[in-house]
């Protein structure tokens, strides 16, 4: 009885373990980039990834670098259909698309060939309605604004996190704190 518990916490452990398999990445359409090694989207277990509006979300990406560069940037573009029409909303990473200060095991500039691990902690912003579907374009940009490594990821998106369960929204934090303050 005992054993069979044990056995059955370890499995529990081991699937939630593996759980955190990313999604489906595809090729990017835009722009010419080569696809990185790897890319894991925390909390996103299948393809579209379902993540919650106004939670910060790790994207670890392990990429080649093509080239030297001394430095790089990331931007995203979000694609929302309309009948077969795609329409590409670029959206504002701020210093957030600094790539070089979000390298984990390496710092610019970097060299052909490298590989590189890098975390981009992805603000999913209230301009993606609740419920909505897109698909979004990452791209690392190199000195010479050409693609060091581009991937698309659809996803769809969900209703906030109970206060309770939110990460570090800090937008959210701040309206909390004044909710205290008022009472
Ligand atoms: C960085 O981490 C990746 C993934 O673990 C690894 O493949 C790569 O060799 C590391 N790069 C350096 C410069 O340590
Ligand atoms: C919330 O509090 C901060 C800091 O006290 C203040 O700067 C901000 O204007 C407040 N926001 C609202 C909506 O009251």
């Known amino acids: 009885m005992f054993q069979s518990v044990l056995i059955c916490s370890s499995l529990m452990v081991a699937v939630i373990g593996f759980s955190v398999v990313g999604p489906e990445i595809s090729e990017c359409i835009n722009n010419a980039g080569p696809l990185p090694l790897a890319a894991r989207v925390t909390g996103c277990t299948g393809t579209p990834c379902v993540l919650p509006q106004l939670e910060d979300v ?7 670098a093509v080239h030297t560069t001394v430095s790089m940037s990331t931007t ?29 095991n390496s710092t610019c500039p ?13 603000f999913v912003d209230p301009v993606f309605p609740i419920g909505s579907g897109t698909t979004i374009e990452f791209t690392v940009w190199g000195d010479h604004q050409d693609a060091m490594m581009c991937f698309r990821v659809p996803l769809t998106v969900q209703s906030p996190l109970p206060l309770i369960m939110q990460r570090k929204s800090s937008k959210v ?8 303050n008022g009472i």
Not at 58 to 64: G, L
């Open 110 to 122: 970097v060299k052909t060939g490298s590989i590189l691990l890098y975390t981009l902690d992805f």
């Open 76 to 104: 995203a573009t979000a694609f929302f259909s309309f009948g077969t029409m795609q329409l590409p909303i670029p959206f504002e990473l701020s210093e957030k698309s600094v790539t070089c200060n979000y390298l984990i």
């Open 58 to 64: 790790p994207i670890d990406i392990i990429f080649r």
């Open 173 to 180: 934090k701040l309206s909390s704190n004044n909710r205290t």
